[in-house]
């Protein structure tokens, strides 16, 4: 039997119909930041699904103008301690219980997915893209090792070599470049994102589940050995660099210079 449990989050608004769940993440004014409330949803969310045998196919998207812009650097900085301490567990549970969802997920990235945001749309199991998606994983930029799960996701779908070039500059990727290199399978209009997305995820509902969990358990077991192999030295090491002068001073450039573009865009021409 499944969960009869409702779907009730702050931070995730929930919609499920003919087997198919919709996920939005819901901090539209904040481009879907992931702070620590969020984080903290996802890891009850995974689990949650993964109980629900009514649930047969999810898709991921985001709310607003973004996908997520990723880690929520306005929030209050942590260097060390307890709390830093179950940050990071909890970003390693983020990652490990999508890779273990049984049913098959699928990214609508509506906008920009940047750093975890970017993570969490790569390890979904399909990713659509709308023309207006930009991907990125700026953690160096930003003085941090890119210990999320990026180093899980990227080598994987682009090769190493690419990976590399994207990893340690933090550039940007569109949508089109990104179909080209692997990051997505699919770049489309925005207005249809979500129709071909849950086109797509009802057919995978009404498939044999067996057959279509099976399957991707088989897949995953190749990226859960390489995020065993790899995440708790990533981790580590982007812990590590929290404490450094490189970490804040890079978030302060970053916040200033967000907050430049947001007065100009508010000044009339």
Known sequence: MGTTAPYDYTHLEIDQRDGVL????????????????????????WGQIRRDRQVRA?????????????GNL???????????????????????ELLELPQPIIAAVNGPAIGLGATLALLCDVVYASTDAVIADPHVTVGVVAGDGGVVAWPWLTGMAR????????????????????????VIEPSALLDQAHALARRLAESPVRAVQGTKAALNIILRDTANLVLDTALATEKECFASGDHARAVEAFLAERETLKAAARTPA
């Open 163 to 186: 990976a590399k070039e994207y990893l340690l500059t933090g550039d940007k990727v569109g949508a089109v470049e990104a179909e080209r290199i692997g990051l997505v399978n699919r």
């Open 58 to 70: 999810v898709v991921l998207t985001g709310n607003g103008r973004a996908f997520s812009a990723g």
């Open 22 to 45: 919709t996920v939005r993440l819901d901090r539209p004014d904040d481009y879907n930041a992931i702070n620590h409330d969020l984080h903290t949803e996802l890891i009850a969310l």
């Open 74 to 96: 306005k929030g209050p900085r942590m260097s060390a301690g307890p709390e830093l301490d179950a940050f990071f567990q909890d970003a390693r549970s983020i990652i490990i």
